[in-house]
Every structure is written in structure tokens, then in C-alpha cells.
């Protein structure tokens, strides 16, 4: 739970420096694909956890290879991570990120599970509906799930509306074994 706070303080900090540097889309998306490196590159966090290897060590390591390709602002927030012993919390600080940057655009998230795959068609009507339904610029995310026997399960920020067919056996199966008690 407190990587969660922390990642928020500093997803938020960053995202205001981001957005006075007028780089808050670029810094967004350098952060998620280092989120994606770091998350599957064992060495990587390796080299960056060892405690052996020294503060301004790793700071030059992100110098050479993040320096030039991605924002300043971005830069000198990896290093300050280092500074501070917190770069072990970059996954949670790049979701954090993510989605305080969606709100400062006015951006819902909406993740969808499906059973089975949709077509365009379908995936137009379903953000039509969505769309009507929130009322403000949306961001769907669509995956297949077949442990969902059927249906789709969508989520709006913490609320869900589950139209699975696992979930409708389970609730007729609550409501048979209540009518027998």
C-alpha cells in the first residue's frame, strides 16, 4: 500500500513539472516504456538495485541512456529516484502517471473483458454506448478473458458492471441455494 501513495506523490510531482514543460504526452509515454523495460529486463533492475554499485554511478548509467532521447524533466526525475532510493517503485509511479494524466486530459479509462473477440462493429457500438453513457472523452481497453464463459466485464474507474456469464451462475446459484435455506 505505501508503494501506492508514494508512486502518487511522485507521479503527481512529476506531472506538474511535466505540464509546466509542456511535455506532459511525451514524458507519459517514455515513462510507460520504461515501465515495459524495466518491468521485464532482470539485468536492468539489477544493475539499478544493487547496492554496490553507487548513487552516481547509476546516474551516469541513466545519463548515457536515457540522455538526449528522453525529456529532461524525465531524466532528472530517474536520477532523482536514485537520490532518493525509490527507483524499485518506477512501475507503480509510471500506472500512477498514467492515470493522473488521464484526468488532467479529461480522459475515463474504461477496461473491458471480453469472451470472445470483437469485431470493429462491434467494438464501435460498445465506445458509442460508453461514450453516451460517461459523457466525457474516453481512452477502452479491450481484452479477451475466456475464463468468463461468456458476456464482458466492464470497469469505469472503481465501479464495474459485470454482464459475465460466470457471474450470473454464480448469482442464480446464490439464489437457488437461499430459496432452499
Partial sequence: MIEKTLAKRYASALL???????????????????KDVYSRDADMRMV??????SKQQKKDIIGK???????QVLVIFLELLVDKNRLRFLPHIADAF???ADVSKGVVRVDVKTFAPMSENQRGTLYEKLNKMIGKKI?????????????MV???GDGILDGSVV?????????LLGMTA
Fill in 16 to 34: 506538474a513539472v511535466a505540464d509546466k514543460a509542456g511535455g506532459v504526452e511525451n514524458v507519459e509515454a517514455q515513462l510507460l516504456a520504461l
Fill in 65 to 71: 541512456l536515457f540522455g538526449g532521447k528522453f525529456e
Fill in 154 to 156: 466492464i470497469r469505469i
Fill in 98 to 100: 498514467d492515470r493522473l
Fill in 48 to 53: 539499478f538495485m544493487h547496492p554496490r554499485i
Fill in 167 to 175: 457471474s450470473r451462475l454464480k448469482r442464480l446459484r446464490e439464489h
Fill in 139 to 151: 481512452a477502452v481497453d479491450i481484452k479477451q478473458d475466456r475464463s468468463l464463459k461468456g458476456g
